[in-house]
């Protein structure tokens, strides 16, 4: 596959210094997502049910750092990465961008990391399809329920949810499904990431890779959270 160019020519032949170190920043931070994405499976996967539910899922939005600082009020909520299984194996990761809404004011401003189970085909769907972005409420009809690690343990056996939402913060579930909005493509950390245009339908199908993400797609493949 043929590679984008980190950085592009200027009239006189030179290098533009600025894209060059742009095009840097933006695959160090697509990968650092990818690196704090692998710790936040391996935090899931201690509690026993959950890691369960991880090995039904269909499907995985991991956002790391969700309403960090000033993120959170009003603003970007974060940067995530979404996989789809496929059989035995995962894809490689599509990333999308969230905005925050007024999570801020409804959760006491803190901040944590999100992930979406995806347990119905309609919820990887959602991600594969959605081209122009979409929202997380009680228009998506998605089900969405909120994980607790007593009162969820047999999810995964009703067949009925479409998505658990889990984090790691406690006290951010209350405006946490109304206030999650706009998860959208980013195609420009795609593009960095991949070293070439991709859209998120392409990578989430298997059809385009990288040996980067493989640390992510082995943790979500192993039964057993690395120590």
Known sequence: MSAVPAVAAQPDGSMNSTSSDSHSGDVQSAQD????????????????????????????????????????????????????RHESSWSSPAFYSVAGGSIGAQAGGEGGAIAMILMSQKAVDRFENSTR??????????????????????????????????????????GLTVGVKHISADTRMDRAYYQRPATSAEILAGNVSSPSADTLRNALASRVASR
């Open 133 to 174: 972005g979409w929202t997380l409420n009680g228009t998506t009809g998605l089900t969405v329920v909120n994980w607790s690690g007593k009162t969820q343990a047999n999810t995964r056996y009703n067949g009925r949810d479409d998505v658990i939402l889990w984090t790691n913060t406690s006290g951010l579930y209350g």
């Open 33 to 84: 997502r990818v690196n704090d994405a692998v710790g936040l499976v391996q935090q899931m996967k201690q509690d026993p049910a959950l890691a369960a539910v991880l090995q039904e899922a269909k499907g995985v939005f991991i956002v790391p750092h969700y309403g960090k600082g000033g993120f959170i009020v009003g603003g970007q909520g974060g940067g995530g990465v979404a996989l789809v």
